[in-house]
């Protein structure tokens, strides 16, 4: 049975459209401290993080006024990127944590990330178990007067994740003498990022750190990469930085003004964890991961598996082969031997301790050759159009057309009201000639 709430990275829609407003945050409030509270008898605490749209002024009173419904004691953060809200949750030792954010979706969307005691998303049961006490009677959920929750503001929360990260390397790892540009996506990493790369002795250039509510991702951050060349090369730094909207994704830029991608940041990890002998088991990928990737890991004799798109899944099948690397081309990286979920700042950091010899990022982040890959996103009212008959011919027709050369994935987004295209082959008119045959059979 499909999921009638969630999808691949929580709840995520347009703002005071279908799900994401202030009744159906109340909702999932009262529905997940619920669900929660019965776990845990003698502590009834939630933690709350959000990035920076405006509409987290409106949900997240909703979303507290649910919890508190329901009994639990809520802490809210304020702005902090996902893995800071998970690590917490964790630490804080709390029956649950929520992130209220849209990731990288623009600035009128908004969702939320759960997260369990163990600092883990939650799995599709236990997603599908919130999803029929959402929908249950709502006095059947509310605690009694006595016992209701209370709320309280952790106003440390940048400052006490920015220690967390520094203590999973030496004492002496310094950035001094470093130039880094980072920017920041006017989102939920906004301070932290600067000032933890600042805290270690770098030279920061900063974008993005100025949000407004409806800035978030606008023309900046990881899905606009174009950014962070510019400020690579206008300030001749050594690295550039891009997170995004909830700062789980990172996009890296080398001094010559190269984008790199998940997929080369993933090869660069593990070729250095397996010489150092920290990698363990292989790396997980999805479907989205390079061709070249794979080849690559193969010449190297890692292990290597592709789970499903969405760094969940990639966590999962992590922990069922008890790997502890994985991600996505998309800057989802999962350093298990750290975190529990993808963090963009964690990421940077390995990467500019393997720079901190004086080793360019050139050098360091040109692992492999990828295969030439071609990826289309097209906006849809229904994304099930791929369903229908005429879609299905014409993508039978295209793999038809590729044959052996490569390969075709057509999917629905899950975060958003596209059907993505992707195409990989070392012959770039096969691809482009796939991707149209799709593409018209979808804009039919």
């Avoid at 690295?239 to 789980?248: E, H, M, Q």
Wanted: net charge positive; proline share 3%.
């Amino acid at each position: 049975m499909s999921k009638k709430y969630f999808g691949t990275d929580g709840i995520r829609g347009k703002v005071n459209q279908g799900n994401i407003n202030g009744e159906m945050f109340f909702k999932f409030g009262l529905a997940a401290g619920t669900y929660f509270k019965n776990l845990k008898k003698n502590k009834q605490t939630a933690i709350i993080a959000k990035d920076t749209r405006l509409s987290g002024y409106t949900l997240e009173p909703a979303l507290v006024s649910g919890l508190a419904s329901a009994g639990m004691h809520v802490y809210t953060l304020g702005p902090l990127p996902t893995n800071g809200l998970a690590i917490l949750t964790k630490r804080m030792k709390a029956n649950m944590g929520i992130m209220i954010t849209a990731s990288h979706n623009p600035y009128f969307d908004n969702g939320l990330k759960l997260f369990g005691p163990d600092g883990l998303k939650l799995s599709d049961k236990i997603e599908k178990k919130i999803e029929k006490l959402i929908d249950s009677k709502i006095t059947k959920n509310l605690s009694k007067p006595n016992i209701l929750g209370r709320v309280k503001r952790l106003e440390n929360a940048d400052d006490r994740y920015i220690e967390i990260l520094k203590s999973n390397f030496p004492d002496s790892f310094r950035l001094k003498g470093i130039k880094i540009a980072i920017d920041c996506a006017n989102g939920a990493g906004y301070k932290l990022g600067p000032k933890l790369l600042k805290s270690l002795g770098a030279k920061v250039y900063n974008a993005g750190t100025s949000p407004n509510g409806l800035n978030i991702n606008k023309n900046c951050g990881s899905t606009f990469p174009q950014r962070i060349k510019s400020l690579v090369k206008k300030y001749r730094v050594d690295l550039g930085i891009s997170l995004d909207g909830d700062a789980d994704r990172v996009i890296l830029c080398d001094e010559k003004g190269t984008i790199v991608d998940g997929d080369q940041i993933i090869a660069m990890l593990a070729k250095r964890w397996k010489k150092k002998k920290i990698l363990r088991g292989g790396v997980v990928g999805t479907l989205m991961s390079n061709y070249g990737l794979q080849n690559y890991f193969k010449e190297q004799k890692i292990k290597f598996l592709r789970s499903k798109v969405g760094d969940r899944y990639v966590k999962e099948k992590m922990q069922k082969n008890k790997f502890n690397l994985g991600g996505e081309q998309s800057g989802h990286i999962i350093l298990g031997k750290f975190a529990t979920t993808g963090d963009g700042m964690l990421v940077a950091l390995e990467v500019l301790f393997s720079m901190r010899k004086g080793v360019k990022a050139s050098d360091l982040l040109n692992v492999f050759k990828p295969m030439p890959q071609i990826l289309e996103n097209i906006f849809v009212r229904d994304k099930n159009i791929i369903n229908k008959l005429t879609c299905r011919k014409a993508i039978k027709k295209a793999n038809k057309l590729m044959g052996r050369n490569g390969r075709l994935l057509v999917r629905k987004s899950g975060t958003e009201s596209k059907i993505r295209i992707m195409g990989e082959s070392h012959n770039k008119n096969t691809i482009i000639k796939c991707i149209k045959i799709i593409r018209r059979s979808i804009k039919h």
